[in-house]
Structure formats: structure tokens, C-alpha cells
């Protein structure tokens, strides 16, 4: 299983938000490249990035700060945060990062979804399912819909999606333990590769999630708040 521990950036910092609440933040370090490295130097072999203020189309604001976290480390960086078309897509490749993650874009233009999936393949084209109570949210988690998210997780897998970030977002920063449940259900009704995402708070979990498949885990405010040691997390998986 990856772990990928987690850099949220606003406003150029390294953020972390409680339950995606923008008006909840909590400042972990003026410069997230070092946050980057400080990671890699413990064996990470992924980093997950997001780009908070692209969730509020704020898009191009940390582009600089993402472009220096790419040189300043080796391996692989995942990206997402308000990628709604191609011409971000290719922005991102281009400034370094290895796998964008779509979210909004994926559930509202699956045509444009399976064009990007087609032209750049689907190990650079992730997908993000935010979800509250089972049903899917969008725009930076500020709208919930009806939709049902194993049901769009289904349908994602139809059109050739590969792996899926999955966030409960009520488990997100509250350091509660992840909803293993779901992740049971989308690993007995799909055959994706799922980054389970939030919630993540000790060493049990990991390997609850260990023992359940998972392709990966986002672990981030608990790195954060030091109640998981990184390289003890990496030497289990």
C-alpha cells in the first residue's frame, strides 16, 4: 500500500483545513517544498498535493510554490484542486506534477473526463470522490448532490478510470479514524485502485487499510499533529 502523506497549500503555505472548512485553518510551514522534502527524506515514495485555492478558482496563485515543490524532491507528486479543463491539466504536467486529480470536472463532463483519460492515460488522470453521507459533494465540498458516490464510482470504472482518491468528508481533519465501511463496499463492488483519504489518524488504521487492499492512503493531519511517525507508517507497508 502507498502512503501519501499530504501537503495542502494556501496562499503559498502548508495548510491543513478541519472538514474542508476554509474559515478553519491551521498554518504548518511558510514553505511547502521543505515540507515536501522533509517527507521524502523519510522514504515517502508519493506525495499528495492540493491546491486549496484552485478549489475556490483561485487557480494560478501557487503555481509558482507548486513548481518549486516538484524540483525539490525525486519522487512522484499527485495534484488536485480545481482542475476543470484540459488547458490546467496540461498547466500542471508541465510545472512537474505526475498525476492530476480531477474532481468536480469528472462528475459534471464525463465526455471531457474520457478525453483526458484517452490522451494522457489513465495513470495521470485521477479521480476524486468527495463524499458526506454516502452522497457525492463538489466545489471545493461546498455543494452536496443526490448522487449516490458507489454508484459514480461504478460508473467511473465504465469509462476507464483507474484509481480514485475517496475522502469522507466528515472524517476529514477530525482524527476520528477512516469510514472503513465504504471503502469495504468499493472494494467488493469495483475493481478500482482507491487512495483511501481522511480521517487516517493512527497506526491501526493503516493497517485496517493494509489488510483491506487498498491501493493507498493520504495520511495528513496526523503527521502533522504528530500522532503517526511517518517511517513507522512506511516500514509497515
Known amino acids: 500500500m502507498i502512503i501519501f502523506p499530504a501537503i495542502d497549500i494556501k496562499d503559498k503555505k502548508c495548510v491543513r483545513l478541519t472538514q474542508g472548512d476554509f474559515d478553519k485553518v491551521n498554518v504548518y510551514g511558510e514553505d511547502p517544498s521543505l515540507m515536501a522534502k522533509k517527507w521524502a527524506g523519510y522514504g515517502a515514495e508519493f506525495i499528495h498535493v492540493v491546491?486549496?485555492?484552485?478549489?475556490?478558482?483561485?487557480?494560478?496563485?501557487?503555481?509558482?510554490?507548486?513548481?518549486?515543490?516538484?524540483?525539490?524532491?525525486?519522487?512522484?507528486?499527485?495534484?488536485?484542486?480545481?482542475?476543470?479543463?484540459?488547458?490546467?491539466?496540461?498547466?500542471?504536467?508541465?510545472?512537474?506534477?505526475?498525476?492530476?486529480?480531477?474532481?468536480?470536472?469528472?462528475?459534471?463532463?464525463?465526455?471531457?473526463?474520457?478525453?483526458?483519460?484517452?490522451?494522457?492515460?489513465?495513470?495521470?488522470?485521477?479521480?476524486?470522490?468527495?463524499a458526506k453521507n454516502g452522497k457525492v459533494a463538489t466545489h471545493g465540498w461546498e455543494k452536496v448532490s443526490d448522487i449516490d458516490s458507489v454508484d459514480l464510482c461504478k460508473e467511473l470504472e465504465q469509462i476507464g478510470v483507474k484509481t480514485i482518491v475517496y475522502t469522507d468528508i466528515s472524517k476529514d481533519g477530525m482524527l476520528e479514524g477512516p469510514n472503513f465501511d465504504i471503502y469495504k463496499e468499493l472494494s467488493q463492488k469495483t475493481s478500482l485502485d482507491i487512495i483511501a483519504s481522511g480521517g487516517v489518524t493512527s497506526i491501526d488504521d493503516v493497517k485496517r487499510l493494509l489488510d483491506m487492499n487498498m491501493y493507498g492512503a493520504i495520511i495528513g493531519k496526523a503527521l502533522y499533529d504528530n500522532r503517526i511517525d511517518l517511517k513507522e507508517v512506511l516500514d509497515l507497508c
Not at 478525453?115 to 485521477?126: A, F, P, Q, R, S
Open 51 to 130: 491546491n486549496l485555492n484552485g478549489s475556490r478558482d483561485e487557480v494560478g496563485i501557487n503555481d509558482e510554490t507548486l513548481a518549486k515543490v516538484a524540483k525539490a524532491v525525486d519522487v512522484p507528486i499527485q495534484v488536485g484542486g480545481g482542475i476543470r479543463d484540459e488547458k490546467r491539466v496540461k498547466e500542471l504536467l508541465d510545472l512537474g506534477m505526475n498525476r492530476v486529480i480531477v474532481g468536480t470536472m469528472a462528475i459534471e463532463n464525463k465526455e471531457l473526463l474520457k478525453e483526458l483519460i484517452e490522451k494522457y492515460g489513465n495513470d495521470k488522470i485521477v479521480v476524486s470522490i468527495d
